[in-house]
């Protein structure tokens, strides 16, 4: 017992230091620590699902071994709260823009994943409750990931050596998402129930989800959710096409007006002319998922089955059409086939088993045991028309042996399994059929309890991909280590300095590509000779408090070796641009820094300051630029809180970004000014909330300069959004 309770202490004690850096989400932290004693059982109520609080409401990062070690330098965690305050978009990677470090891909508002200090694709991992999420969307821009942020509980963006823990495909971090699909505590009620029901003026979407738990007898947990989504075309504050791409487009017309080409000229007029709307961007999806949790003292168990079903448009470059037949080839009708509409749909079945097992006062506490299997399927149309069909099938197994927090050393150590099997048919299956097969052996450690502690993690992975009809297979061992020192000695200030190796071997997309990509307008070319990617890491860190207001400081460098990155050639195959896999050493730094501030806190009012800032550069050896890496990005926000209201108005700018790579074209510098009011009508019950929202209220026409389609795909335009949210 004597153990369990130190262990307990332990865990609020970081709690309390994760409030104090601002890293449970810097506004949300300092209106529940004001408000613990009103807000206690609100918070039970709405702790069905395990999520862990401290007594003032702080979440802890629930990742195994994460509460006991602070290797984490960079850690953000969006609460329900967040989530609904900062958007109902279908894409997680939307979903996380302002947070200090992430930008999106914002291929199109279907489909958008993280991009994390810079890093996108295969060097970030989106978890499901510490696994794959096991989707294709980290081999392309065009795939979504599949999952529905208004059914989760809470979401962690995990930066720095501690992502060892979930991969070498996480060398650029990871984002874990809590869902709710296996209950891990009985509810204190017959039944709890989760609703929530959005609407917005830019993309006309209307979605809603709602969940349902129920105790059977004392120890098992029934659980339900389900959701749907619908949004049309996209509504934006200006042209479709940025002003480079429209003087070309301008340009081209003039030229085939010379040569008596008047219909076609015409054509890329009309393309250079489209404003107020991004045509076939809209999207449709729903989600239904089931779950049993039994809860044996202080053992749980559960396992749960989902299904994720998704159409979205894929908007097309204007001026550009998919000319894969022979030059002048039409179908009937006198269409050509690169004129039809492109669009996506996606269906996953998932299944998903969790135990964490109390193993006693011994050396070791617990047992974690994670699993996940998806059989996914991806269908590219060309308007009614199949194109081609990607399919993948994978399993994910954890296991984990945490030890007890109270001896020298403590931590976790765990093995982990993966499995996927992918193949494509189709007229575009750019990708042959491939196995992968990875074995990792991990570990996260920490020792000393004064003022200096040092911590460390380490990984080592066996990966083997296999392109069946090429006859081609590889293997790579890769290592991968993170050795950390914390000093304390300053009160409510943590400082602290990581070095890292990481190793990640190339993906199966990067190795055996060769074809045309239509939802990506791109042929594009693998190498089978890739080698292990490679970098080294050091990360400093503050982060504390200062008098009632916290922050967080982070600075950090990696010193890539065979970096694998996509780029244009210039060259052109089947009227597409072709672009191909390279490798090249590469220099990455950058800065992240959050700072919160109560600038009023009087008798049930509050006036909070909320600022954030981050800045990423990245360079290849030959002296060129990483392509699209995102610009320095600044926000500053006030927030007016009383018992029943909130009313916050932001400001986020991003900078130009010139710092370009061949064929890539810079991104103009833009502005979003956000205002919301929240209401919590019931003050014995402070999980519902009514909320308004107005986003980018000048209609501001802005690209993110990491999204492949920055050019023909800007931001929303002006939305004025509603949503409820219902726990009870």
Not at 59 to 87: F, H, N, P, W
Not at 673 to 689: C, G, K, S, Y
Request: charged letters at 25%.
């Amino acid at each position: 017992m004597t153990n369990h309770l130190c262990h307990l202490s332990s865990r609020l004690a970081l709690a309390a230091v994760l409030a104090s850096a601002g890293l449970a989400a810097p506004v949300i932290a300092q209106d529940q620590a004001k408000d613990a004693a009103r807000d206690a059982a609100a918070l039970v109520e709405d702790d069905v699902h395990n999520r862990q609080t401290d007594p003032t409401g702080t979440i802890i990062v629930s990742a195994s071994g994460l509460k006991e070690l602070d290797v984490l330098a960079g850690t953000s965690v969006l609460e329900i709260r967040e989530i609904q305050r900062d958007g109902v978009t279908g894409q997680i990677g939307d979903l996380l823009t302002k947070l200090p470090g992430v930008s999106a891909t914002s291929f199109a508002p279907g489909s958008s994943r993280p991009v994390l200090r810079g890093q996108q694709g295969e060097r970030v991992r989106v978890l499901v409750d510490g696994v794959g999420t096991a989707d294709v969307s980290n081999t392309s821009v065009d795939h979504a990931t599949t999952i529905e942020p208004i059914t989760v509980e809470r979401i962690e963006v995990l930066r720095g050596p501690a992502v060892l823990l979930y991969g070498s495909q996480a060398i650029g971090g990871a984002v874990n998402v809590i869902d709710k699909r296996i209950p891990t505590r009985m509810p204190d009620e017959d039944f709890h129930i989760d609703a929530f029901a959005g609407v917005d003026s830019a993309t006309n979407l209307r979605t809603g989800a709602a969940s349902l738990d129920v105790g059977i007898g004392s120890n098992v947990v029934f659980h339900v959710d389900g959701s749907w989504r619908k949004t049309a075309d996209v509504e934006i504050g200006g042209f479709q096409v940025s002003n480079a791409l429209r003087a070309d487009l301008l340009a081209d017309a003039a030229e085939e007006e010379k040569e008596g080409e008047l219909e076609e000229a015409a054509e890329l007029r009309e393309a250079a002319g489209q404003r107020g709307t991004v045509p076939n961007s809209a999207a449709e999806s729903w989600t239904i998922n089931a779950g049993l949790g039994l809860i044996l003292g202080e053992s749980t168990f559960g396992a749960s089955v989902g299904y994720y079903d998704s159409r979205y448009g894929v908007p097309t470059r204007p001026g550009a059409g998919h000319h894969h037949g022979e030059e002048g080839e039409e179908e009937e009708g006198g269409e050509e086939e690169g004129e039809e509409l492109v669009s996506i749909g996606l269906q996953q079945f998932r299944a998903d088993f969790k135990g964490d097992v109390y193993l006693g006062e011994g050396a070791f506490e617990r047992l974690k045991l994670r699993f996940g299997y998806s059989d996914y399927t991806h269908t590219e149309f060309e308007g009614d028309e199949v194109g081609t069909v990607f399919d993948s099938t994978s399993l994910e197994a954890r296991a984990e042996l945490v030890q007890s927090a109270g001896g020298t050393l403590r931590g976790s150590s765990g093995i982990q399994y993966l499995h996927r099997d992918f193949f494509a048919v189709g007229a575009e299956a750019y990708v042959p059929p491939n196995l992968t097969d990875q074995v990792a052996l991990f570990t996260l450690q920490e020792f000393g309890t004064g003022p200096f502690q040092i911590e460390a993690a380490a990984r080592g992975e066996f990966t083997n991909v296999k392109a069946q009809a090429l006859g081609i297979e590889r293997d790579y061992e890769t290592f991968s280590g993170a050795l950390g020192l914390v000093y304390e000695g300053v009160e409510g200030v943590r400082i602290g300095i990581n070095g890292s190796r990481a190793e990640r071997a190339p993906s199966a997309e990067e190795l055996f590509s060769n074809g045309p990509h239509i939802a990506t307008q791109a042929f594009e070319i693998g190498d089978p000779n890739l080698t292990t990617e490679r970098a080294w890491g050091l990360e400093a860190y503050a982060r504390g408090s200062i008098g009632a207001g916290t922050f967080n400081l982070t600075a950090y460098r990696q010193w890539f070796d065979n970096y694998i990155f996509l780029e244009e050639t210039g060259l052109e195959e089947d009227d597409l641009p072709v672009f191909q896999y390279l490798q090249q050493d590469a220099d990455f730094w950058g800065v992240e820094a959050e700072l919160s501030y109560p600038l009023v806190d009087n008798q049930g009012f509050r006036l909070l300051t909320d600022l954030r800032a981050s800045y990423v550069e990245a360079e290849l050896a030959d002296g060129t630029a990483v392509p699209r890496i995102p610009p320095l990005s600044l926000l500053g926000a006030l927030e007016a809180q009383t018992d029943a209201f909130d009313l916050r108005g932001e400001v986020q700018w991003f900078g130009q970004q010139d710092r370009i790579t061949t064929f890539e074209t810079p991104t103009d510098s833009f502005t979003l000014v956000n205002a919301l009011i929240a209401w919590r009508p019931f003050a014995e019950n402070r999980n519902v909330t009514l909320q308004v929202a107005a986003d980018n209220i000048f209609d501001v026409n802005g690209r993110r300069h990491a999204s492949f389609t920055k050019d023909f795909v800007p931001l929303v335009g002006r939305n004025f959004r509603a949503s409820v949210r219902l726990s009870f």
